[in-house]
């Protein structure tokens, strides 16, 4: 069995689906892992849909749900065990996943983005700010397949330059803002099990966000 949850999921708490795994745990003991995985799904909402109402904040847990409908086949009749569960603690009913993928595990790609260097980047009008980015697949979860950068000056996404698909990409780029203000920047990038940049099914995403403070 497979379970995927969201972690922004608005219609059920991400805390029910470690309740469930804990129920899980008991019954199975020593072979939980044999045969149960929980992938928790970071800023996804709850629902099946590819198009997301507030795409600079969100993304698709569709992606995840389509591969976990393929991986158990392979897991009952060729024996090809998924990735493994993702790693996660829960305090005060908040479930609290580790930041780098390598420690999370699971299936979905971890994005880490800074703005000369920081969450948050202070500069003037016309100068340049340097975004930097590393995206880091889980173990066995695949390799990142594409990224696309959104400025905060509209919702139009930018295609990145991802020339090879590897489990860890780093992307660097600069931007220049003409005017003050406050501009949100985000990165949303997609990883694939087989590393198809041009599959369209069991793409699974993540993204990440800055703040640049941009002052006359």
Same mark, same amino acid.
């Given at each position: ?74 897991? !009952? @009749?060729?024996? +090809?065990?998924? *990735? #493994?569960?993702? &790693?996660? =603690?829960? !305090? @005060?009913?908040? +479930?609290?996943? *580790? #930041?780098?993928? &390598?420690? =999370?595990?699971?299936?979905?790609? +971890? ?106």
């Amino acid at each position: 069995m497979i379970v995927v949850a969201a972690l922004w999921d608005q219609d059920a708490f991400p805390w029910q689906a470690a309740w469930y795994a804990g129920k899980v745990r008991e019954s199975l003991g020593r072979r939980l892992e044999q045969s149960f995985r929980l992938y928790y799904i970071v800023r996804a909402l709850h629902g099946d849909v590819e198009s997301q109402r507030e795409p600079l904040q969100t993304v698709p847990c569709l992606g995840a749900l389509q591969r976990s409908l393929l991986d158990p086949s392979d897991w !009952v @009749e060729r024996g +090809v065990a998924p *990735p #493994e569960r993702t &790693r996660y =603690r829960v !305090v @005060e009913g908040q +479930v609290l996943v *580790p #930041e780098s993928a &390598r420690e =999370r595990k699971g299936v979905q790609p +971890v994005v880490r983005l800074t703005a000369n260097g920081g969450k948050r980047a202070e500069i003037r009008a016309g100068q340049e700010v340097t975004l930097s980015a590393e995206i880091e697949a889980p173990p066995g979860a695949g390799a990142i397949i594409a990224a696309e950068w959104n400025f905060g000056e509209g919702v139009q996404f930018v295609p990145a330059d991802i020339r090879q698909p590897s489990p860890r990409v780093t992307l660097q780029t600069r931007h220049v803002f003409r005017r003050p203000g406050t501009y949100v920047v985000t990165l949303r990038a997609a990883s694939h099990r087989g590393g198809d940049r041009h599959g369209v099914f069991a793409r699974i995403q993540n993204l990440d966000r800055v703040r640049v403070v941009v002052g006359e």
